[in-house]
Nanobody, 116 residues
Framework: QVQLVESGGGLVQPGGSLRLSCAAS????????IGWFRHAPGKEREGVACISSSDVYTDYTDSVKGRFTISRDNAKNTVSLQMNSLKPEDTAVYYC?????????WGQGTQVTVSS
C-alpha cells in the first residue's frame, strides 16, 4: 500500500522560508515522477512543481519560479519543496502526488500560511 505523508508546513512571515517534505511508506519514490500541488480556499488546485523520474527535469508554475526548488533524496525516500521568499498568496494546503499504474496517490497535505 502506497502512502504519502507531507510535513514541514507552518506559519511564516512574508519573505520567510519553509521546506516541505513528502515521504513515502511501502514504496520507493526513486525513479518516479512526483508533483507538488497546492489548494487555497476558493481557488482551484494548482500544480506547483514537479520532478521527472530521472531527476533530470524539474518544472515550476510561473508564480513560484526562482523562489521554490523541488528535489529528491533517495536515501531518505523523500521529495522536498524548498520555498523561499514566501508571499501571502502562497498560503494553501500543499500536497505531493504520485501517479502509478493509472492510479493517483495523495498525501493528507500540509498547511502553509504566510502572514504577518
Amino acid at each position: 500500500q502506497v502512502q504519502l505523508v507531507e510535513s514541514g508546513g507552518g506559519l511564516v512571515q512574508p519573505g520567510g522560508s519553509l521546506r516541505l517534505s513528502c515521504a513515502a511508506s511501502g514504496f520507493s519514490l526513486n525513479g518516479y515522477h512526483i508533483g507538488w500541488f497546492r489548494h487555497a480556499p476558493g481557488k482551484e488546485r494548482e500544480g506547483v512543481a514537479c520532478i521527472s523520474s530521472s531527476d533530470v527535469y524539474t518544472d515550476y508554475t510561473d508564480s513560484v519560479k526562482g523562489r521554490f526548488t523541488i528535489s529528491r533524496d533517495n536515501a531518505k525516500n523523500t521529495v522536498s519543496l524548498q520555498m523561499n521568499s514566501l508571499k501571502p498568496e502562497d498560503t494553501a494546503v500543499y500536497y505531493c502526488n504520485l501517479e502509478l499504474f493509472g492510479r493517483s496517490y495523495w498525501g493528507q497535505g500540509t498547511q502553509v500560511t504566510v502572514s504577518s
